[in-house]
C-alpha cells in the first residue's frame, strides 16, 4: 500500500509503551460508573450473587482465551470509603500474566485495550444467562491499568491486599446496608460506623441483626480466585475397559484464603512460594500520564475482524450496515465523554479525539485507553440488534485501542488525512480484490494481480473488466466517516402561542473530504468544549 505523506504522526507522535521483560503483569480491571449501573438494574445490597457470579464467568473466560493468565482474583467491593468521596462505585479485578508473557510484546496500550475490551464483550453476552428476567438498561464498561511487579513475593503481597482489602470493606457494607435497611439515613449510618473497628462492626451485626458475619458467604466475604486446577481426566479406556487417567489443567472458582502460604503451598503451579508483607505493594502501581495541553487520539480497531466478519456474514467488500452500526457507537461515544471534540472511522477501526485541555482521569493513559476500548465494545454490542435484527451475536467482538499525543491542532488535522488517505486506498483494494474474486478468481490470484498496481491502475482495471467508475462508489466507504457536534436552531413551544428558536448541539455524522477546506467551512469543531 502506498505510503502517505501523513504518516509521519504516526512515527513521531505516537506512544506505544512496552512493559518491562523479567516482570510480572498485573491487569487490573475495575467497572465504571457502577454504582448507578447496579442503581439502575436494581442489584441486591449489600452484595448481589448473580451480578458477582457474572463476573467470575467474564474472569473464567478470560483465563480460557488468554493462557498466559495464571491468576484472577476478584472481589465483592461495590463501595470503597473515601474522605472526599464517601462511595466509590467500582467491581475491581485483577489478572495476573506469568513473568516470561510476550503476549503482544507486552505493549501495554494492547494488553489493557484487549483485556477490558473481551472483558465487556463476555459481560454483556452472558447477561442473559445470570439475568433473564431484567434488560440490560445501559451499557456496562470498564477501565483498566497494568502494574508489574518484578518477584513472586509482590505478586503475593498484591493478592494478599487485595483480600485484606476485600474484608474490609465487605464487613463495611454489610453493617452499613443492615443499618439502612433498619430505617437509618444513609448519612446516619455512616456516622454509627466511623470510627469503627472490626470487632465493632462484628458485635453490631450479632446485637442488632443477629447477623455472625463469618456465616455470611464465603465469596462475599474472600472474593473469588480464578485459576488452573490439575484434575484427573479420563482420556481413553484400555483393552480391559478400565478408565486411563491423565492429569489436566481445568479453570476453577474458588472463595478461599489467598493470605498465607497454605493456599500457594497446594497450588505451585501457579505460583511459587515466597514471603509476604502487605502494604509498600499500593505504592508500585503509578500510572503513566500522557502530556498536558496536547490533543490527545485515541484510535479503536477491531481484532480479528475477518474471522469475525465472516462468521457474521458481512458484505464484501463493505457492509452498510456494519458501518453504521460503528458510526452509531462512535457517536454515543461522543455524548458518553463531552470531551471528544471529532472522531473519524472506516471499516473496523475508529479515532477519537480529546480536546487539549481534556482532564478525563487525570490523563492516566491506561484509564483513557481502557475505559474507551470497553465503552465501544459495550455500545457496538449493546446496539448490534437494532441494526441485525436477524442476526445474532455469535462471538464477542473484541477492540483494541492505542494513544497518539499531538502538541499542535495542525497535527491533529494531519493524522486525520493520514487515516482518510488510508481509507481510500484500502477500499480501492478491497473493492478490486472482491471484484475479481466474485468473478472467479482465487483470493491469491486476486492478491497476485494487485500487487505493485497504484491507483490509477486499479480505477482502470474496474472500468474496464468490470464497468465500474469508482468515484461512484459510496462516499462512505470511499471517505470514511466523521462525527463532530454540529449547532442547530429547534422550535421552541412558548406561552401565548408564540414560537421562539433555540440553539442545541447535535451530533452529525458526515462524509466529507478532510482538506483545510472542511476545517475553514467548520472552524468551532475543535474549540466548542
Known sequence: MAN???????????????????????????????????????????????????????????????????????????????????????????????????????????????????????????????????????????????????????????????????????????????????????????????????????????????????????????????????????????????????????????????IGPEFWENHQHILREGKFMLEFVKKIGIGHMLPPCNWIVIRINACQFDQFSIMHSFDKPNDETALRLMNASASLMMERYPDIVFGYGFSNEYSFVFHEKTELYQRQESQILSSCSSCFTSLYMTKWKEFFPKKELVQTPRFEAEALCCPKLKIVCEYLSWRQAECHAANQYDTCFWMLVKSGKSEKEAHEILKGTLSKDKNELLFHQFQMNYNNEPVMFRKGSCIYQQKVEELSGAEGGNNGTRERWDVKVDHVDLGPGFWQKHPLIMTNC
Open 4 to 258: 502517505s505523506e501523513y504518516e509521519y504522526v504516526k512515527r513521531e507522535f505516537e506512544y506505544d509503551r512496552h512493559l518491562p521483560p523479567s516482570n510480572w503483569i498485573v491487569v487490573r480491571i475495575d467497572g465504571c460508573h457502577f454504582h448507578r449501573f447496579s442503581k439502575i438494574h436494581a442489584f441486591e445490597k449489600p452484595n448481589d450473587e448473580n451480578a458477582l457470579n457474572l463476573m467470575n464467568d467474564c474472569a473464567t473466560a478470560m483465563l480460557e482465551k488468554f493462557p498466559d493468565i495464571v491468576f484472577a482474583y476478584g472481589v465483592s467491593d461495590e463501595y470503597r470509603y473515601d474522605i472526599r468521596h464517601p462511595f466509590i462505585p467500582c467491581l475491581p479485578y485483577s489478572f495476573v500474566f506469568r513473568e516470561e508473557t510476550q503476549f503482544y510484546h507486552r505493549r501495554e496500550s494492547k494488553i489493557l485495550s484487549l483485556c477490558v475490551s473481551y472483558f465487556t464483550s463476555v459481560y454483556v453476552m452472558k447477561w442473559k444467562d445470570f439475568f433473564p428476567n431484567k434488560e440490560l438498561k445501559e451499557p456496562p464498561y470498564f477501565d483498566a491499568r497494568a502494574v508489574c511487579y518484578p518477584n513472586l513475593k509482590t505478586i503475593r503481597d498484591y493478592l494478599a491486599w487485595r483480600q485484606v482489602d476485600c474484608h474490609i470493606n465487605n464487613q463495611y457494607n454489610t453493617c452499613f446496608w443492615m443499618l439502612v435497611k433498619s430505617g437509618k439515613s444513609e448519612q446516619e449510618a455512616q456516622l454509627a460506623l466511623k470510627g469503627t473497628f472490626a470487632k465493632d462492626k462484628n458485635e453490631l451485626l450479632a446485637q442488632q441483626f443477629q447477623i455472625k458475619y463469618d456465616d455470611e458467604p464465603a465469596m462475599f466475604r474472600k472474593g473469588s480466585s480464578v485459576y488452573r486446577e490439575k484434575v484427573e481426566t479420563t482420556v481413553k479406556t484400555d483393552d480391559y475397559g478400565n478408565p486411563i487417567k491423565r492429569p489436566r489443567l481445568k479453570v476453577t472458582v474458588a472463595h478461599i484464603d489467598i
